[in-house]
């Protein structure tokens, strides 16, 4: 049975906590992977759509959310480990993979990698390219900027500047889940800032012929990090796969447009039964 609000819980992995939220639920598992400073929260509602009738886990990666923060161990390989590891920890079988931005990269990683476990693998609005130009401004914000805000409102405002489509509902909640109170009155942002400096972003072309399970891509229509040209050229080279355009929505469509989403994962995820 769904549990609605989904249930706190941690697992060592690779000798670090990972926390993730168990959604509960009934049938195939999903696993849920969020992008670059976000967390497993940010899922609340896809994940609790999801869970009327699957078994949903949303994972919070090292540094973020309520895993450990281990600075220096910010690389690439280790998120991509601890996906393998988490999978193997829970003995997770039949798994749909789904990731968004980074955390979409970490799972057609790792899927290319070993597929033992996974049945079938979404990519929200992430590319293998080592440089991205729609991302390079967002990088340098993320360093300048601060990592203390003056209360939630700020939060919000910060949040609306990057998913402006957003409704007041969503943004409220990420506003609360990606943060933590200070005694002040303000926010903190729920990660290590380390993690910011030390991203990595490897060119990953080459393994996408090697994805041996059934994938979807899904693009915000309006993004300007997966541009339409480099999405169509990855639905070209990955074997079994499909591609679709989610409508006013950027990056963080899951966000701006989840009813769409939510339509095209449950689709998706029925045509592997």
């Known amino acids: 049975m769904a549990n609605t609000l989904g249930e706190n819980k941690t697992v060592l992995i690779n000798g670090i906590n990972i926390g993730y939220v168990d959604w509960g639920g009934e049938g195939r598992n999903i696993v849920l992977l969020h992008g670059l400073q976000d967390t497993a929260r940010n899922w609340d509602h896809i994940a609790k759509e999801l869970s009327e009738n699957y078994h949903v886990f949303a994972v919070d990666a090292r540094g973020h959310g309520n895993s450990d923060w281990v600075p220096g161990q910010y690389q690439f390989d280790k998120y991509v480990q601890d996906v393998k590891g988490f999978l193997e920890e829970l003995d997770l079988q039949d798994v749909v ?4 931005s980074a955390g979409g990269k970490y799972a057609f990683t790792h899927t290319a990698n070993d597929s033992s476990r996974v049945s079938g693998l979404v990519i929200i609005d992430m590319d293998p390219d080592a440089v991205n130009p729609g991302s390079g401004n967002m990088f340098v914000r993320y360093r300048e900027e601060s990592d203390e805000w003056a209360d939630l409102q700020s939060v919000v405002e910060r949040l609306r500047s990057r998913e402006p489509k957003t409704s007041e509902e969503i943004l409220n909640h990420l506003a609360e889940i990606m943060t933590n109170p200070l005694p002040n009155g303000g926010r903190v942002w729920k990660r ?14 080459h393994i996408l012929p090697t994805i041996n399970v059934k994938t979807l891509i899904i693009r915000g229509s309006e993004s300007p990090l997966l541009r339409l040209e480099v999405a169509e050229k990855m639905n070209e080279i ?9 409508s006013n929505g950027g990056h963080w ?15 998706f995820i029925k045509s592997l039964s």
Do not use: T
């Open 97 to 100: 993979l789904i990731g968004h």
């Open 192 to 205: 290590d800032r380390q993690i910011v400096l030390e991203y990595e972003r490897p060119e990953a072309w």
């Open 238 to 246: 990955i074997p079994n796969c499909e591609l679709v355009q989610i």
């Open 253 to 267: 469509c899951l966000d701006e447009n989840p009813k769409e989403v939510i339509h095209h994962l449950n689709s």
